[in-house]
C-alpha cells in the first residue's frame, strides 16, 4: 500500500494506493531501482525478489540520494507517503539515520539528512 498525504492549494489530500508485488516492481524500475538481480548465463541459482519491505527501503533511499540532501520534517512527509503511515516512516527514518550512506547535521531546530556516495 502506497499512501500520499499532502494538499493542493487549500484542500487537504490523503489517497491510498493498492500495489502488489509487480506494482512495486515495476515502480522500482521507473526509479531507476532494482529490485531483483538478473541471473548471469548459465548459473542456476536464482535469488528471491525483494520482498516489500526491501522495495520501500531501496526507494526511500533512492528519494535521498536523488534529492542529495533533505530537511528532516520534509524527508518524514516524503516516508510516510512512501510507507503508508506515520510510524512506518519514522522507521524508515531512523533506518536512514544509522546507514552509512546518510550523514545526518544539526541545523537549528531540524536536521538535515545528507546522500554520502561510497
Known sequence: MLRIRGTVGDLAVDLTVEMDESDWARLGSQLGVQLQESKP?????????????DAVWDIAQDLLRKAGHMSGPDLL????????STAAGKRLMVRM??????????????????????
Open 77 to 84: 512527509g516524503q516516508l510516510e507517503g512512501l510507507a503508508g
Open 97 to 118: 539515520r544509522h546507514s552509512s550512506n546518510v550523514k545526518v547535521e544539526s541545523h537549528g531546530d531540524a536536521p538535515e539528512y545528507h546522500w554520502v556516495d561510497q
Open 41 to 53: 548465463a548459465g548459473e542456476s541459482v536464482t535469488k528471491p525478489v525483494a520482498n516489500r519491505n
